[in-house]
């Protein structure tokens, strides 16, 4: 297929609406009546075959009938007729094609939508929807979408996959004096996407910030790599509904069970640069503030108050929403004593009092402005009598004039009665930061900083580490053809060689005399674990006992072993039980990579031991990964101070986490195969001492056949 170019979209040199209607109650007639009013100088083709006029422009009956090339043509008629309509599209050479029309894959119908898809494709059409309520772009004055006429233009693109969420966007973004440069339904997305539109927004200068809300991801790793790209030139804020869990798989993998899809989500969305909001009010508002203020240099924040109370507030969310407040107690006397009255406070937040004017209001702003070690300001006010609504406008004013100018941010949070309303409503008309609610600006800042630190992390890429590929693959091989999914002890074992990693010494003994020459030949203490297809989970039926000290222990312990599994899982083929080193205590932690049905290869890392279910404090990543994607993986866990070493403990060997990472993420990249690979635990020493495996465990498909059940 020849893709024509995106731009053609979001700027067409022509337009044709097919089920154009003179009825204004028509969906047809709104998108033409939008077209027109929102000012598009391009050609318009209204298309019907009744034929006749509307809004003073002539109806086609057919897009063959047009001599001129068409850029896009919007399908607004029942689903039924739809098919009809993309064979006159085809026909008449058109680039682009919106499908308002539902009734398709939402509803069931799969084949269908499918078969327009791939006819489209096969014309050189790239299909936007179906099930869309259109699009908007700012660039060449288009709105031809069903929802509201007056579109304010600005520098924040919408991509949303739900309709009736994005027109009520629309309603809000006037409502709250956002301007827009693109607004653009995905519905369906039988054709182009969200990586799609991407690519267009990030090269078009008139869009500051991208907001995209996603309800499915289907070609995960494609968006991925999408938004990595984007968030290199411009902050891309998501809102993701919808929480699941992954498939049966789960049931047989920790990995699997605790990467639910919206863990694996909020992590990849870190992970690529992606500013995750919560909900649609706070997605608005990061996008309102980022598209019209500086980007902070530094992290250094004051606050500047003439109310106690409120400042403790600005305090407690500056901590909630990661924003660092400046420190230095002795610099902020100097500069501040002069205008807190005396007894004030300059201990950050700067209390001006209640006494504070107009002018000591912007005395203190200035002073912040010029200093070198203040990155960003909020400025608090409770309504007093000590200001008009006049000067406290002029303030503001004044005050944010010149931080814009200077490229410092400066947010103001405004708390009083129907004049201070009266202001924030003017203020905000002339796009100033100023809110209601302290937690408000206070996030805004936050988000500001967050977008700061990811742009400035310099992305490294992934290499290899030396594992033996093919050896893993005959180990594969061999236990597919058993039809077996999942590796046992000693094929768990060989696959460790084969990635090089450290492992206790070990073997499998098929009866009780061979258990007792195993330990002793291994050496004790030991420990002993069963072996069968049946059961995956050794320690929850009984199949696994430490600290055997002598022949005796193995001896009671292999019959325990026994009568334990046999007592839970009657019909359990037992191979036999696996004799092990018992390794020395260290931190346990858990390390599992596997292959995710949307995102692709997935790492995880974790607390570990027989409590990672309970605990669940574990990160995850998407391949690829850079040295600085692991280690950040590593540092977001809760334990993560237990590495770092607490009570007198020594600093834990991180680099070798590191290196067992690598390992693993070779081996999910390079073995389709293996869908779940997981070592748990893994021992982890002091510094400079390293790691060793305890129990690994791989759960398979058979690709060719597209199995994946565990």
Same mark, same amino acid.
């Given at each position: 297929m020849t893709k024509p170019d995106i731009k053609y979209l979001f700027e067409p040199r022509s337009i044709a609406v097919i089920g154009a209607s003179a009825n204004p109650s028509k969906i047809g007639h709104i998108i033409v009546k939008n077209i027109i009013e929102a000012g598009y100088k391009g050609k318009i083709y209204p298309v019907n075959p009744k034929g006749g006029e509307?809004?003073?422009?002539?109806?086609?009956?057919?897009?063959?009938?047009?001599?001129?090339? /068409?850029?896009?043509?919007?399908?607004? %008629?029942?689903?039924?007729?739809? !098919?009809?309509? *993309? #064979?006159?599209?085809?026909?008449?050479?058109?680039?682009?094609?919106?499908?308002?029309?539902?009734?398709?894959?939402?509803?069931?119908?799969?084949?269908?939508?499918?078969?327009?898809?791939?006819?489209?494709?096969a014309n050189d059409i790239?299909?936007?929807?179906?099930?869309?309520?259109?699009?908007?772009?700012?660039?060449?004055?288009?709105?031809?979408?069903?929802?509201?006429?007056d579109i304010q233009k600005g520098g924040v693109a919408i991509i949303t996959q739900s309709g009736a969420l994005g027109i009520a966007m629309i309603g809000k973004t006037a409502v709250q004096n956002i301007g827009l440069s693109a607004i653009i339904s995905v519905g369906n997305k039988s054709d182009i996407d969200e990586a799609d539109l991407l690519?267009?927004?990030?090269?078009?200068?008139?869009?500051?910030?991208?907001?995209?809300?996603?309800?499915? /991801?289907?070609?995960?790793?494609?968006? %991925?790599g999408a938004l990595s790209? !984007?968030?290199? *030139? #411009?902050?891309?804020?998501?809102?993701?509904?919808?929480?699941?869990?992954?498939?049966?798989?789960?049931?047989?993998?920790?990995?699997?069970?605790?990467?639910?899809?919206?863990?694996?989500?909020?992590?990849?969305?870190?992970?690529?640069?992606?500013?995750?909001?919560?909900?649609?009010?706070?997605?608005?508002?990061?996008?309102?503030?980022?598209?019209?203020?500086?980007?902070?240099?530094?992290?250094?924040?004051?606050?500047?108050?003439?109310?106690?109370?409120?400042?403790?507030?600005?305090t407690d969310a500056c901590e909630k929403y990661n924003v660092k407040l400046y420190e230095d107690s002795q610099r902020l006397k100097d500069k501040f004593e002069a205008v807190t009255h005396g007894f004030g406070s300059t201990k950050n937040p700067i209390d001006l009092t209640g006494e504070a004017s107009a002018e000591e209001y912007i005395h203190a702003l200035d002073v912040a402005l010029k200093d070198k070690f203040i990155d960003g300001v909020l400025a608090l006010y409770c309504e007093t009598a000590m200001m008009t609504a006049e000067q406290l406008i002029r303030m503001i004013e004044e005050s944010y004039t010149k931080y814009k100018a200077a490229g410092k941010p400066v947010l103001f949070a405004l708390f009083g009665?129907?004049?201070?309303?009266?202001?924030?409503?003017?203020?905000?008309?002339?796009?100033?930061?100023?809110?209601?609610?302290?937690?408000?600006?206070?996030s805004c800042l936050g988000i500001a900083y967050a977008y700061n630190m990811m742009r400035q992390m310099k992305k490294q890429e992934m290499v290899d580490s030396e594992v033996d590929i093919s050896a893993i693959d005959k180990i594969i091989d061999s236990a597919l053809a058993d039809n077996r999914q999942f590796l046992l002890a000693d094929e768990g074992e060989a696959l460790l060689q084969a990635a090089g990693l450290s492992g206790p010494e070990s073997g499998i003994a098929r009866?009780?005399?061979?258990?007792?020459?195993?330990?002793?030949?291994?050496?004790?203490?030991?420990?002993?674990?069963?072996?069968?297809?049946?059961?995956?989970?050794?320690?929850?039926?009984?199949?696994?006992?430490?600290?055997?000290?002598?022949?005796?222990?193995?001896?009671?312990?292999?019959?325990?072993?026994?009568?334990?599994?046999?007592?839970?899982?009657?019909?359990?083929?037992?191979?036999?039980?696996?004799?092990?080193?018992?390794?020395?205590?260290?931190?346990?932690?858990?390390?599992?990579?596997?292959?995710?049905?949307?995102?692709?290869?997935?790492?995880?890392?974790?607390?570990?031991?027989?409590?990672?279910?309970?605990?669940?404090?574990?990160?995850?990543?998407?391949?690829?990964?850079?040295?600085?994607?692991?280690?950040?993986?590593?540092?977001?866990?809760?334990?993560?101070?237990?590495?770092?070493?607490?009570?007198?403990?020594?600093?834990?060997?991180?680099?070798?986490?590191?290196?067992?990472?690598?390992?693993?993420g070779t081996i999910i990249k390079n073995c389709p195969r293996i869908t779940d690979v997981e070592i748990n635990p893994l021992m982890v020493y002091e510094e400079g001492q390293g790691v060793k495996t305890v129990d690994v465990r791989v759960l398979l498909s058979n690709a060719e056949k597209g199995e994946n059940d565990a």
């Open positions: 509307i809004l003073g422009i002539d109806i086609v009956s057919s897009l063959t009938d047009i001599a001129d090339e /068409i850029d896009v043509a919007t399908i607004a %008629i029942p689903a039924r007729f739809t !098919a009809a309509a *993309v #064979k006159m599209c085809a026909e008449a050479g058109v680039k682009h094609l919106p499908i308002i029309s539902s009734g398709f894959s939402e509803i069931g119908n799969l084949e269908e939508e499918r078969w327009l898809t791939q006819f489209a494709r790239r299909v936007l929807g179906p099930n869309i309520f259109g699009h908007y772009s700012a660039k060449v004055s288009l709105n031809a979408t069903f929802g509201p006429r690519e267009y927004l990030v090269q078009q200068e008139e869009t500051k910030i991208i907001l995209i809300y996603i309800e499915g /991801i289907q070609q995960g790793e494609r968006f %991925i790209a !984007a968030t290199k *030139v #411009k902050p891309v804020v998501v809102i993701k509904s919808g929480r699941s869990k992954r498939g049966a798989i789960a049931a047989a993998s920790h990995t699997g069970s605790l990467a639910g899809s919206d863990s694996i989500f909020d992590a990849i969305m870190r992970q690529c640069g992606v500013l995750r909001a919560e909900s649609v009010d706070e997605a608005l508002e990061w996008c309102n503030y980022l598209s019209n203020a500086p980007i902070p240099k530094g992290e250094n924040t004051i606050i500047v108050t003439n109310g106690g109370g409120v400042g403790v507030m600005a009665g129907e004049k201070t309303e009266r202001c924030i409503t003017a203020l905000t008309k002339s796009n100033i930061p100023v809110y209601r609610d302290v937690y408000n600006a206070t009866n009780i005399e061979s258990a007792v020459d195993l330990a002793e030949k291994i050496g004790y203490p030991v420990v002993m674990k069963v072996v069968s297809r049946d059961i995956l989970h050794k320690s929850d039926v009984g199949g696994v006992l430490l600290n055997l000290d002598d022949k005796e222990e193995v001896l009671d312990a292999f019959q325990a072993i026994m009568h334990n599994c046999k007592a839970h899982k009657p019909n359990a083929n037992i191979e036999g039980v696996e004799i092990v080193e018992q390794v020395k205590p260290g931190m346990e932690v858990i390390i599992g990579a596997m292959n995710d049905k949307t995102f692709g290869p997935i790492m995880m890392f974790g607390l570990g031991g027989i409590y990672v279910e309970v605990m669940k404090d574990v990160s995850f990543r998407a391949l690829p990964l850079s040295r600085q994607d692991v280690r950040l993986m590593i540092k977001e866990i809760r334990s993560y101070p237990l590495l770092l070493g607490v009570r007198g403990e020594v600093r834990k060997d991180i680099d070798a986490i590191v290196e067992i990472i690598f390992k693993l």
